[in-house]
């Protein structure tokens, strides 16, 4: 294949320029569907994080059992399989969540689950002497959680939550099977439509502009935490 | 409650496909078994060059991995089955899958080894190099050794989110376990396939799951 025929097939301008808004209109829900499942899965993984290491009375111990395996399935479920459950199997028993929903709603558990895992290393992390000393000044464990031990933990946490969510961002494309109008199924369809690979390329180009700041921002963040990965 | 047992985990449905899921699962476990080694081999190899500091080869590995991981492996994907036929390269789908998720894995696994070669002391390899052993026998008998030790959390984690990414394989219609669970779905108009799927990449990324929290115990990052 000539240089003219690589130009042509990969990087067609005129088809470029055709295809963009429909590429927009995509990315746009990508970054939609990401800051979505943001909102929703790291609060949820706080919140289930503290009350994983608070010890409640009687009850305490069944729902640890209970977080850890919400956290170990969820870790071990292949996105993709989890976001055809959700849209597909779902439907049988009257639950119909729309393409973005059903997205949000699967990814979120996701993020949550790996955002409690990060979240809970962060809190063990904050030495014990400083929980002590809070809750002997008299505040109370929620007060020491919130005003203590929790912002520490959110820097500890910050370049390994980073790193967990640009991966699910980049995962997100993997709902354009269930054809969520992301910008990896708007390229298809526009590739489909112009009978050229042109727009798969475009979307691979603006995929790596969107992430590869990330990229560099998790190893400086790594680098600058100490850590090796 | 008796819809959901009905729909979800039907024993009956579940027996009925039990063929399709299990030809799925094997097609599957071939893909992982590849992808993991093939990832991880050229990730220590290009962890190695790197390390090797070549003038006109770093910034070529470099931009390789950078980029690969700014792609999603969908769109890698898709790239290799779709885009690259444009230029007479085709490969089939069992092998577009398995390169680009080699691909993929290699950038990641790259990263990886580095961190663990560099975290290797300096002065142990300028020791070996000065009792005369030469490079690739100071990376093999000195180093290495030690650095897979050093990366072997972070080397699971990202081997157990490899594995869960080799489900897109059933997008370009490769016949692993989801496209299959998803066939089984489509005949007995009941999604218990589905979850079978799932209960099936269960019982291998469930101990790596173990594994993966017994090391962030071990070895906390954040310590």
Not at chain 2, 44 to 52: D, E, S
Not at chain 2, 91 to 106: D, I, V, Y
Not at chain 2, 159 to 186: G, W
Request: proline residues 6%; hydrophobic residues 55%.
């Amino acid at each position: 294949m000539d240089l003219f025929g690589i130009y042509f097939y990969f990087f067609n301008v005129p088809i470029m320029l055709k295809v963009f808004p429909s590429l927009l209109s995509g990315l746009w829900v990508t970054i939609k569907v990401s800051l979505s499942i943001i909102a929703i899965g790291f609060p949820l993984g706080l919140m289930l994080a503290v009350i994983r290491s608070m010890s409640i009375k009687y009850i305490g111990k069944p729902i640890n059992l209970l977080i850890r395996a919400y956290v170990d399935l969820l870790r071990a479920s292949p996105y993709l399989v989890l976001v055809s459950l959700v849209y597909f199997a779902l439907p049988f028993i009257g639950i119909q969540l729309s393409t973005f929903w059903a997205t949000v709603v699967s990814f979120s558990a996701c993020l949550s689950a790996f955002a409690e895992e990060i979240f809970r290393a962060g809190i063990e992390a904050v030495g014990r002497d400083q929980k002590e000393a809070a809750r002997s000044l008299g505040l109370s464990f929620l007060q020491t959680m919130r005003y203590v031990v929790v912002p520490q933990a959110i820097r500890l946490s910050v370049p390994t939550l980073t790193n967990r969510t640009v991966a699910m961002a980049k995962a997100i494309s993997m709902a354009s099977a269930i054809a969520l109008p992301d910008l990896l199924k708007q390229a298809r369809s526009a590739q489909a439509l112009v009978a050229n690979p042109t727009p798969l390329v475009q979307a691979a180009i603006i995929y790596v502009i969107l992430f590869y700041p990330f990229v560099r921002l998790t190893l400086h963040l790594e680098k600058k935490m100490g850590k090796g990965f | 409650m008796d819809a959901i047992i009905e729909n979800f985990f039907n024993i009956e449905v579940l027996f009925r496909s039990r063929y399709l899921l299990l030809n799925g699962f094997e097609t599957t476990l071939k893909l992982i078994v590849l992808i993991v080694l093939f990832g991880q081999g050229f990730g220590l190899i290009i962890a190695v060059l790197r390390h090797a500091n070549r003038p006109f080869l770093n910034p070529l590995l470099i931009a390789y991995a950078d980029i690969v991981r700014s792609i999603p492996i969908l769109v890698l994907l898709m790239l290799i089955y779709y885009a690259l036929p444009f230029t007479g390269i085709k490969f089939p789908r069992f092998w577009a899958a398995t390169l680009a998720m080699s691909l993929n894995g290699g950038a990641y696994y790259s990263e990886i080894f580095r961190s663990g070669i560099e975290a290797v002391d300096k002065g142990q390899a300028e020791a070996s190099r000065s009792v005369g052993l030469s490079y690739l026998q100071t990376m093999r008998y000195v180093v290495l050794p030690q650095a897979f030790r050093i990366v072997l959390p972070p080397l699971t984690s990202n081997t157990l989110e490899l594995i869960k990414a080799s489900a897109v394989a059933s997008v370009v219609a490769l016949p692993d376990i989801l496209k299959l669970a998803r066939q089984a779905q489509s005949l007995t108009l009941n999604p218990t396939p589905l979850v079978g799927a799932l209960f099936l990449y269960f019982i291998i990324l469930l101990p790596l799951v173990q594994l993966v929290t017994y090391f962030e115990k071990r070895f906390p990052q954040h310590a």
